[in-house]
């Protein structure tokens, strides 16, 4: 599962090309589409049936989407030896991945992550799937790319939200695994960054999921600590999109290391010093997220029915200081509302 | 991945309950839940919500029946940690074990075959998935059972028409494996072997579909000789299924070991008297399946989009001798035309 840090878009090509892939097929959205594909491929076109191309955004990232991608393989009767490049954000490379994991029982695929979020994070690890109605990733499966090409090129017209998004999951590494890297980041000016600055960064992130998830491929242990911020932030992120008011993902994982770092004071050795510090250099970033009162028992629904937790207990995965994370560490529903009525009073 | 031979219900029962399992979902259809679901449980009659029942038949293993399974799991927030149960033939198994395989990216799940097919083939192996449109098991995975557990007493009360079914797949592993078995299996009598010494056979195939398993998981070599007259079979239940005529699976296999036996001739070393007797015997077992001349095109299309094979190549698993199969064997259209129109003319 080699990672490719490559420069130019016309180098991207030349290293696919160099492989030998027999017969590839492209999945991306349509955004992608029109201005990921076209500059990859030096503004050629992919010939009809090789391009996967659907509605972007998450509410696409559906079962109903997965059959039309299978579908479309099947009428070009792709075989097991032939290739799926995931050309996109996050949605693709979860859904893509799928598409490949499933399709004919698996075939290879390769990522090309063009936003921040996915160079860092969604990419990498095996994990993939889609959302069940309000679910995230509830239907899904473990299979890690063949190879993963990083071109720092698509940051430069990345808009600037979506590179905040992205950038929360760089500052989750951080705290769970590397204290340095923490005060790193936090130094950044993510609207000023250069594309070839960022490249560094996103190398350390990529090493640092990449060490964890090669532990623990399954999830059944260390991988866990992966999902700080994601217990409330997933809630969160399924709430306001149910409520047709998405947000970015990293931006609802970002207020959900918030919360729990506040939780973390409770349960584990989390200092307030740092939990402040951690909510502190947040909120000048994200701002906060609209959610209210009346949304925690709606939250707090949606945390039990987790991927992450067993029967009616909410596990979490919590920092016991910046750069250091515990998991499974089991969670009162009263802490839960307290930390949620915490950060909404902010 | 433990096979459990167990002799009666209530013994089935004490296994399970031993296990300690703490939430278990039973996933089955409604011919296998009125007449074997309450058999395993000693007449009690599962809680509401703890059992998913989808409507019989091969039409129905569609990724929509599998999302109401998923529905259905969601609803009562199975965790990781829970298990599926899976009772019945080889659709349950394959239609549960890709549930099972996908919900949450994964919980465990334990097989109780009630049909011949599924005890010595479907429910080992760890192949799950469904069907897409006419397309056989074109979207799955790889996730193999806990625990499987065979029970002879289902077979008591099954129609003569499944013992055959399942017969053909026990064929099968003597003609790719094993030329002693075959010589046995072609001495029984289908209708009259009681529970008990079909249990014998039963572990003999699964030993021989096991062994050949572990060495080759994934497919990519070995395994292959399990495929043997499938390519041809597949077709045939495909084209049939979607003319609103199926057959049983095994019978379709059978018709497609005959044929790959005859295409063996021209590029293997299979003798024609070992051909005949393959064909002699599977006559007089099954009879002959109702395909005609003008099917031909659409079967040889069917090939093509089967999932083995690759760059328009049908590649086929086909005997050397009995007891000895090879795989990846490339067969021309026109081998396989000429042994279409041989069985067919029969």
Redesign the interface.
Known sequence: MPVHYIKSFTDVNALIQSWGI?NYYVITDHNCETHCVSKLLGGQKLPTGRIFSFEPGEKNKT?HTF?NG??LL?QN?L???DCILNIGGGITTDLGGFVA??????IDFINIPTSLLAMVDAAHGG?V?VN??H?K??????KPAKHTIICPEFLKTLPSDELESGFAEMLKHGLIADSDYWHDLISIDVQHTTASNWLNYIKTSIDIKSAIVSNDP??TGERKILNFGHTVGHAIESHLLHANTPVHHGNAVAAGMVIEAHIGISVTDLNSQSADAIKNHILSTYGKIPIHRDDIDRLIELM??D?????DNVRMSLLNDIGDCGYDIPVSEELMRNALLYYIDL
């Open positions: 027999e079962l059959e299978i579908e099947s009767n075989s097991r030896k994991a499933c399709y004919k029982r698996g994990k799937g069940h109605k679910l990733n509830y239907i899904g499966s473990f399954l999830e039990l029915a991927k992450k937790n067993h029967n």
